[in-house]
């Protein structure tokens, strides 16, 4: 990772555009019905520290480069973060290709060197993200303190919030029905985390893209893994960061067993043969087990 993708509250913030002509107005149309305070200055006020005070970011545009010197100069006195349109040697970041979908924002980034690229990649990825997507955001920020406050443990919250973003109350979101979306899902949290545990064997040995698509969301969803040591490493990367990592050592049956029985998702990554015994003793104390083999080659 080349560059490393972070993203800026906007709400109360400030953010300055030095410069004019096209490079300048394209930035500020990047903030065109944000919540952000957008000022742009021009001239001799773009060499003064002061314009750019209690700014969280600043873009320079401009084609003279006695401007943009001077101006990001000011800018970086002032302790703000600057971008200079087309000159990716003189910025603290990049911006990236965007897709606004109001509190769902995705970006798409190559460092500066390739934006056209970027812009491609941002048209592939826009139509996989659907409009109302920033409204069922909207609607788990209303009662992410609610829900945290219902369901404390952390695996219950996961599973309850995954089921959420695909039930009634998202579809109503997504329709723009926002108050029948706040009664459903407050009506599905009343209701809790009805997500049974399971242990799911998935073929670890790679090449990580002959894993079925099934397999890949078990992965994207497990609470906790366990791994052979010689797992490909590329397999490892489509599970959480934050997933609990349990070793082979650790993972008896009876702590798999434990885990599905608090309604967690466990998935075993393998390179060998399964284990009979572990199956059984698995199946045994009712542990719905499954085992999701890699797609075959061609």
Request: glycine content about 8%; aromatic content about 4%; hydrophobic content about 50%.
């Amino acid at each position: 990772m080349d560059s490393f993708p972070a993203y800026f509250p906007l709400a109360g913030r400030k953010v300055v555009i030095a410069g004019s002509g096209d490079g300048a107005d394209n930035k500020a149309r990047l903030f065109e019905g944000s919540p952000a305070t957008l000022v742009r200055i021009d001239g001799h006020a773009a060499f003064l520290p002061g314009s750019y005070a209690g700014a969280v970011l600043a873009f320079i545009a401009s084609e003279d480069e006695v401007f943009v010197q001077a101006a990001a100069a000011a800018a970086r006195a002032a302790r703000v973060l600057v971008n200079v349109v087309d000159k990716p040697a003189l910025c603290d970041f990049n911006t990236p290709a965007v897709i606004d979908r109001g509190e769902v924002v995705a970006a798409v980034g190559t460092g500066g060197s390739a934006p056209v690229l970027a812009t491609m990649l941002r048209n592939s990825i826009e139509a996989q993200v659907p409009e109302g997507a920033g409204r069922v955001a909207a609607l788990l920020r209303k009662f992410q303190d609610e829900v945290r406050k219902t369901l404390p443990a952390m695996h219950e919250r996961r599973a309850f919030l995954r089921d959420a973003t695909s039930g009634e109350a998202a579809q109503a979101a997504m329709s723009g029905d926002m108050e029948a979306a706040g009664r459903l899902f407050r009506e599905a949290l009343a209701k809790g985390s009805a997500r049974k545990g399971r242990v799911r064997f998935i073929a670890g040995k790679g090449p990580s893209d002959l894993l079925t698509l099934r397999a890949v969301r078990a992965l994207a969803a497990a609470d906790a893994l366990v791994f052979d040591a010689d797992v490909d490493p590329q397999t490892l990367t489509m599970a959480r960061r934050d997933v609990e990592r349990i070793t082979p050592e650790e993972a008896s049956a009876e702590r798999l067993i434990q885990l599905a029985s608090e309604g967690r998702h466990v998935v075993r990554l393998i390179t060998g043969p399964i284990e009979p015994s572990l199956v059984q003793a698995l199946t045994s104390a009712g542990v719905a087990v499954e085992v999701l083999l890699s797609a075959p080659s061609t």
